[in-house]
């Protein structure tokens, strides 16, 4: 399930020792393929908990790591937590020469809203984003819920259409943002310890995500796709992204930008699923969650 912002809920992962399971589920190793690379949550998570200082850190060090692979990523950012504090980080992304998208006013779940708020949200954000937009306009669901029923999944894409806005999907969701929750907290409680353990889990976890839907894919739709990978900008990825990219890369896996990934047929198939989930468009090809 896609990330909540950054609210600290309860994590249900043990994440303070090393799991064997992911571990040994991480040395699946299939073909290579190619992946995007979409961060949610702009500026950074947990505004309210983060110093300017920290956010903009975190952004300049996402930004180092992608970088060092030549990776244009595209951000996905929340209107309301764009504000004179957290503008810098913002704009600290932009000028890295990556593409900001739209992630909704105020990060509501979209099964919650009207036709008319949803059209709101969506519109208040495009406004403050005018400066960093261009013709590239790009829409991210959050939690990835595009709508329960077939009516409101119709009226999200009529609306997008209207605002000019692409919704862009995932293919490889993850848990991430709940590690990142354990993470933080660890690292408040002076426990390096415990956040390296943490560290060591995530990046088993995002190693297992990926194996897992490039195999739905290969054994469902009957070859692998082109990948679009969800992270959000927070401190876990700030200080562990840059390594999963390498794993990445030492895999073979080549990094495009999202507008190339969503050039790929499953990006036009028919989406089967209508719900309260979030999915993997994998998953909403195939009509439902697999585990
Ligand atoms: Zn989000």
Redesign the pocket.
């Known amino acids: 399930m896609?990330?909540?912002?950054g609210f600290a809920l309860a994590s249900c992962v043990q994440n303070t020792a090393v799991n064997p399971e992911l571990v040994a589920a991480s040395d699946v190793t299939t073909a290579p393929s190619r992946v995007a690379i979409t961060i949610?949550?702009l500026p950074y998570v947990m505004p309210s908990r983060t110093s300017p200082e920290d956010g903009l850190r975190y952004t300049n060090q996402i930004t180092a790591a992608l970088r060092k692979h030549g990776i244009v990523a595209t951000g996905?950012a929340?209107g309301q937590q764009i504000n004179a504090r957290s503008l810098h980080a913002l704009q600290a992304f932009a000028d890295a020469g990556h593409t900001i998208g739209n992630?909704s006013w105020s990060?509501p779940d979209y099964g919650t809203l009207t036709r008319d708020a949803f059209f709101e949200e969506t519109r208040r954000t495009d406004e403050v984003l005018q400066q960093w937009i261009d013709e590239q306009r790009f829409y991210?669901f959050?939690?990835l819920r595009e709508g329960e029923t077939e009516a409101t999944k119709v009226a999200a894409t009529e609306i997008l259409s209207e605002l000019g806005y692409q919704n862009v999907p995932v293919t490889i969701d993850n848990d991430e943002w709940q590690f990142n929750a354990d993470y933080v907290a660890a690292l408040e409680d002076g426990n390096g310890e415990a956040a390296a353990i943490i560290a060591q889990n995530y990046l088993a976890h995002m190693k297992e995500r990926t194996a897992f839907f490039q195999n739905l894919a290969i054994e469902e739709l009957g070859s692998d796709v082109d990948h679009i990978l969800l992270i959000?900008l927070n401190r876990i990825n700030a200080d562990h992204f840059g390594t999963l990219l390498d794993w990445y890369d030492e895999q073979g896996w080549s990094f495009i930008p999202v507008e190339e990934a969503m050039m790929h047929p499953l990006f036009s198939r028919l989406d089967n699923y209508a719900g309260p989930q979030g999915l993997s468009q994998i998953e909403r090809v195939l009509g439902g969650k697999r585990e």
């Open positions: 896609a990330g909540v912002l949610d949550d996905f929340v992630h990060h991210r959050p939690f959000h």
